[in-house]
T-cell receptor, first 114, second 114 residues
């Protein structure tokens, strides 16, 4: 049973438009959420994170929104660029987990068309 | 910059062979992790280690073992490789600082078991 789900396996967006990637979770103990970006043949790289005490965190073109009551978070990329084309993974952790275990979603492949 | 390196980018093995995947990190991190990435399933945790000679099972430890004899090195062992272990294997490390949950990933090893 997946505790973190990304229901859209792929998303296609025109360059310059907004990309919205969604993530749902079921475990109410999760208190920290991260987004990773992965290019083919490379390891995932950290993109942005949010603590459960916040509902929004912004870093340049990237904004993560957290809706705790709905157990939902989303990543907004504005404006989208062709270099953003990658697989995006949502991840969650609970502070009392030993060793900072992260639970990952299945990923969403974003394609930004020029 | 944290650097996590993995011994091989691509590996082809035969069913029944013993396989060693090596991971080295250069930032004196306490915690190290092994994941496998499969399409639609995201990253799933195989094993992690929070100290030298310490190991904990993740979500899918069956068919795998690990070794951490030195702080900077974490090895994943497939005692008898099977075709269902064909996957992308990713190593990660983490500082152990509670307030900073980002894990740093290596480039991955694409393992094919024939």
């Amino acid at each position: 049973d997946q505790q973190v789900k990304q229901n859209s396996p792929s998303l296609s967006v025109q360059e310059g438009r907004i990309s919205i990637l969604n993530c749902d979770y079921t475990n109410s103990m999760f208190d920290y959420f991260l987004w990773y970006k992965k290019y083919p043949a490379e390891g995932p790289t950290f993109l942005i994170s949010i603590s459960s005490i916040k509902d929004k965190n912004e870093d340049g073109r990237f904004t993560v929104f957290l809706n705790k009551s709905a157990k939902h978070l989303s990543l907004h990329i504005v404006p989208s660029q062709p270099g953003d084309s990658a697989v995006y993974f949502c991840a969650a952790s609970a502070r009392n987990n030993a060793g900072n275990m992260l639970t990952f979603g299945g990923g969403t492949r974003l394609m930004v068309k020029p | 910059d944290v650097k996590v390196t993995q011994s091989s980018r691509y590996l082809v093995k035969r069913t029944g062979e013993k396989v060693f995947l090596e991971c080295v990190q250069d930032m004196d991190h306490e915690n190290m992790f092994w994941y496998r990435q499969d399409p639609g399933l995201g990253l799933r945790l195989i094993y992690f280690s929070y100290d030298v000679k310490m190991k904990e099972k993740g979500d899918i430890p069956e068919g795998y073992s690990v070794s951490r004899e030195k702080k900077e090195r974490f090895s994943l062992i497939l005692e008898s490789a099977s075709t269902n272990q064909t996957s992308m294997y990713l190593c990660a490390s983490w500082t152990g600082q509670d307030s900073y949950n980002e894990q740093f990933f290596g480039p991955g090893t694409r393992l094919t078991v024939l």
